[in-house]
């Protein structure tokens, strides 16, 4: 037993004990990782105290008590994760020292290093439904957006929002009309992502505390989710996509905060859709996609540089162009289309925070293991976000204890 005052907890602390309120109520299951949100809600609740166990300096991230060979394996599989970045830079030093560690705990937990992947036989042998003999990128994309139009009901929210008389009443009642997509919302805003001091449990309340505009664009990034559902799984595991997704959406949610940017939901909802144009590619260039893995394996290299040198452009600009295509808020549009090469975007430090986000994600990780090297860090980027490396460490951390709630909020089925 190791109980601690409120004020003195930290992000990455594990509970070792349930974690209960004044009243009795249950608040916390033993084992989660806490976050800054998890903090600040039991403050808000009156909790004084918590048991994180002898184990507290350990999830902050001492490496002593960890066997020596746990944590040789770790950085040895890691390093092959970086093969594409300078690992003496200092935001990367320290997201590699971070990824290591976790590894390393995985290991001591039982867990095996993550496989090495290879596309399978059929994917191999998928036919391309499109050539850039014959046509350009943006023929690709047209001929997507005819055959799957993006659900209306984001379409229909914002009718009502810009009406000049529309109330928060009317936001939820459109929203409520579709009981998949409303469950999902509330999953969502009853996880840690937002870590409220008291359980929403109808769409009318969700509205009135996060705001119709913040909904509005949360239904958009889950509505994109059921856009593609028809992606052969020999390609891609769905989950393990869009649990990275999710990670980065996370990330740039941390990374948003601490940099004083607003704009947080959506900052989430760009995670959730940067990867969108790598699907349109799957449903139509299969092969030219699994070759792409491939040179990025061989080679070392990011998936989107490969995909540069295989196709002649990457998914960013497929994405960028489709979420164009489906009118989406032009800031979603330009982070998405420039998450990996930031500087293409003036003005915004979103697309920056999107970058770095991505980093963050793969850097731990939470990406497919088709997409596991780290792509390269944008200094320029980095360096606009004015934070110290060592807060990268402590971000990474934090996002772990959202991530997979929030995914099974989508995905019951856990990933094989």
């Known amino acids: 037993m190791a109980w601690l005052p409120v004020d003195a907890l930290e992000s990455g602390m594990k509970l070792a004990a349930d974690l209960k309120g004044p009243d009795g109520s249950m608040l916390l299951p033993k084992g989660i990782v806490l ?31 960890l066997d020596p060979a746990f944590i040789e394996a770790a950085a040895g599989a890691v390093a092959r994760r970086f093969a594409a970045n300078d690992t ?5 030093a320290v ?35 499109f050539f850039r003999e014959e046509g350009s990128v943006k023929d690709l994309v047209a001929s997507e957006v005819k055959l799957a139009s993006f659900p209306d009901i984001y379409f229909k929210i914002r009718q009502v929002l810009d009406s000049p008389v529309s109330s928060p009443s009317q936001v939820a009642d459109v929203i409520s009309k579709d009981t998949s997509l409303s469950a999902k919302l509330l999953k969502l805003v009853n996880s840690p992502f937002y870590g409220l001091p008291h359980r929403i449990d109808s769409i009318s309340r969700a509205v009135m505390v996060i705001g119709g505009q913040e909904i509005s664009t949360l239904v958009l990034g889950i509505s994109a989710i059921n856009a ?40 989430f909802v760009a995670g959730i859709l940067h990867d969108i144009g790598r699907l349109v590619l799957f449903k139509k260039m299969p092969h030219a996609a699994v070759e792409a893995i491939y040179y990025a394996k061989a080679n070392g290299l990011p998936l989107y540089a490969a995909e540069e040198e295989v196709m002649g452009f990457a998914h960013p600009l497929v994405g960028g162009l ?24 003036k003005g915004s430090l979103e697309p920056a925070i999107l970058h770095v986000a991505d980093v963050m994600a793969v850097a731990m990780g939470l990406a497919p293991p088709a997409s ?45």
């Open 372 to 416: 596991a090297t780290v792509p390269i860090l944008d200094v320029v980027a980095w360096e606009r976000l004015g934070l110290a490396p060592e807060r990268l460490g402590e971000l990474a951390e934090e996002g772990f204890g959202q991530v997979d709630e929030i995914v099974s909020a989508f995905f019951p089925v856990r990933k094989s």
């Open 35 to 65: 976050t800054e949100s998890h903090i600040a809600s039991l403050r808000r609740r009156g909790v004084t105290r918590a048991d994180v166990g002898d184990g507290a300096a350990d999830a902050q991230g001492d490496a002593a008590s």
């Open 322 to 345: 489709l979420l164009r295509a489906w009118k989406f808020p032009d800031a979603l549009v330009s982070c998405v289309a420039c998450h990996h090469k930031p500087a293409g975007c």
């Open 88 to 92: 003496e830079f200092p935001a990367i």
């Open 95 to 129: 997201l590699f020292e971070a990824a290591a560690l976790h590894q390393a705990r995985e290991l001591a937990r039982g867990m095996p290093l993550p496989p090495d992947f290879f596309p399978s036989p059929q994917a191999e042998s998928s036919s391309d439904l």
């Open 228 to 267: 593609f559902k028809d992606i052969p799984p020999e390609l891609i595991n769905m989950r393990t996509f869009w649990e990275h997704s999710v990670a980065v959406g996370v990330y740039a949610r941390l990374l948003g905060a601490a940099t004083g940017q607003g704009g947080a939901e959506r900052l």
